[in-house]
């Protein structure tokens, strides 16, 4: 029998994370900042929430699904947050990208009123969380996660548990800092392609069956090479999680001077008013177009 679940956070993400909850039989208490998107599901019989405090009223898992750490404490942690108004025995997943520290932070003040907390944020861009081929990296407890299971599968297609609370948010940085690393490196060498007059087609091709061919290969250069900077995972969101690694790596005492560098690159085109484009968008501010 499918629960009534609570959800936060709306976006280009949680959206369909959402839908495929709702695909799977759930019932849905939704919040997010923006009403209007909120608002959209009422029409699929979501019930539409004031306060994420109210999500957690009956449900019995909250998933969330927000841009940062502070969106994460407002939610999770405010006075109309969820472990304000959750009652004991509420599983709460959080799939945003948070630094471990706040994942530590928000399982803490949940452990104190017996309220189970998971960060489990995932590895996939819109295509896969519209498609459930989303890949969960969890930390936690593992009878937590074993709760947590079914609405999972609701939403990917692979869960790996990482170890305590932390682990899934460590990993996921260290992921997109190769991701973020990569998509420069890329946007760097389609800039020389191109000035190269080499043929796209060929290229691209070539690319992809080479030493560095990777879903960022098929994903993203077709996009810098045609222009499209649609989001799929919004610049500025990069160089947040960019950020973030660097001060994990700066409490690991690990040295970290690639991540650094490629994070200035991401801050200067964030800046340059690029940050709502998809990543992608790098590639017009190394060869100096405009957004």
């Known amino acids: 029998m499918a629960d009534t679940l609570g959800f936060l956070g709306l976006g280009a993400m949680g959206a369909e994370m959402a839908r495929n909850l709702m ?16 608002e959209a599901f009422a029409n699929d019989g979501a019930t539409v929430c004031r306060t994420p405090a ?5 449900a019995t898992a909250v998933v969330s699904m927000v ?7 407002e939610v999770m942690l405010g006075k109309d947050g ?26 803490q003040a949940a452990a104190a009123k017996g309220i189970a907390y998971l960060d489990a944020p995932v590895s996939g861009s819109i295509a896969q969380a519209r498609g459930r081929e989303l ?11 074993a709760r947590a299971q ?19 948010a460590t990993i996921k940085l260290i992921n997109n800092m190769l991701s973020g690393t990569m998509s420069a490196a890329l946007a760097e060498s389609i800039a020389v392609a191109e000035a190269a007059g080499l043929d796209p087609k060929a290229t691209l091709e070539i690319l992809g069956e080479g030493a560095a061919g990777s879903r960022l290969v098929k994903t993203k250069i077709p996009k810098m090479m ?10 500025a969101l990069m160089e947040k999680d960019l950020r973030y690694f660097l001060a994990l790596a700066q409490e690991m005492d690990r040295p970290a001077p690639i991540a650094s560098l490629v994070r200035s ?6 800046r340059a008013d690029f940050a709502k484009l998809d990543v992608a968008a790098l590639f017009l501010h190394v060869t100096g177009q405009k957004p």
Not at 30 to 37: G, Q
Not at 82 to 106: F, H, Q, W, Y
Not at 136 to 145: H, P, Q, R, T
Not at 265 to 270: C, L, M
């Open 54 to 58: 109210e999500v957690a009223e009956g």
């Open 150 to 168: 079914p609405v999972l599968d609701a939403m990917g297609r692979m869960t790996r548990h990482m170890g305590n609370t932390g682990t899934g």
């Open 265 to 270: 690159q991401y801050q200067a085109a964030r």
């Open 23 to 38: 695909q799977a039989g759930h019932k849905l208490r939704v919040y997010n900042r923006s009403a209007a998107k909120a």
């Open 226 to 235: 045609g222009r499209d900077f649609t989001p799929q995972f919004q610049l």
């Open 67 to 73: 841009a940062d750490d502070n969106a994460t404490r």
């Open 82 to 107: 969820v472990v304000a108004g959750a009652a004991k025995g509420l599983l709460i997943i959080d799939c945003s990208t948070n630094t471990p520290a706040m994942a530590r932070e928000v399982a």
């Open 135 to 145: 890949v969960f990296m969890v930390g936690g407890e593992a009878d937590a996660l």
